[in-house]
């Protein structure tokens, strides 16, 4: 199943390429759902400040907020949500954390993919779960397991 997705790129920075986001977002889906939409909006630090401040109350950036859509059941509609991701937090966490800038891009497009999939980490059981289906999907993808800091 491939999923609509609607990406949005609205800076000057390099990214991967759209077939990439479309493989972590595809892999994050799976055979969880028979159609899916969403929206995965790549921008700055700044923008995601902003959002973070005005949905979460926190005043600060981040690396990737999910929005995950409220539609009335009713409406039967594929609709999963919005994903936006700064493209400066993913690139300086994957070189404080030694990582490649195309493995922490995965994780977070399959974290932010989770997410809008009902899949959370707030308590110890939750983030157990859902930290070992990224590490799953990610190293199916051929990547290191994202949790696992190494001292090399």
């Not at 993919?113 to 990610?138: C, F, K, P, R, V």
Request: contains cysteine; glycine residues 4%; proline residues 4%.
């Amino acid at each position: 199943m491939s999923a609509d997705l609607d990406l949005q790129i609205v800076i000057e920075q390099a990214v991967p390429e759209q077939a990439l986001f479309q493989r972590w977002v595809d892999a994050a889906i799976g055979d969880r759902r028979e159609q899916a939409e969403l929206t995965l909006r790549i921008t700055d630090s700044a923008e995601v400040r902003e959002l973070n401040n005005t949905y979460r109350g926190k005043d600060k950036t981040t690396n990737v907020l999910s929005f995950p859509a409220d539609l009335p059941p009713e409406l039967n509609i594929p609709l999963l949500g919005d994903i936006i991701i700064s493209a400066e937090v993913v690139e300086h966490e994957a070189m404080e954390q030694g990582k490649t800038c195309e493995a922490h891009w995965a994780h977070m497009v399959i974290h932010g993919t989770l997410h809008l999939l009902g899949y959370d980490h707030i308590d110890d059981e939750e983030a157990d779960a859902m930290e070992s289906l990224e590490t799953l999907l990610l190293t199916q993808l051929g990547y290191a397991n994202p949790y696992r800091h190494d001292d090399i």
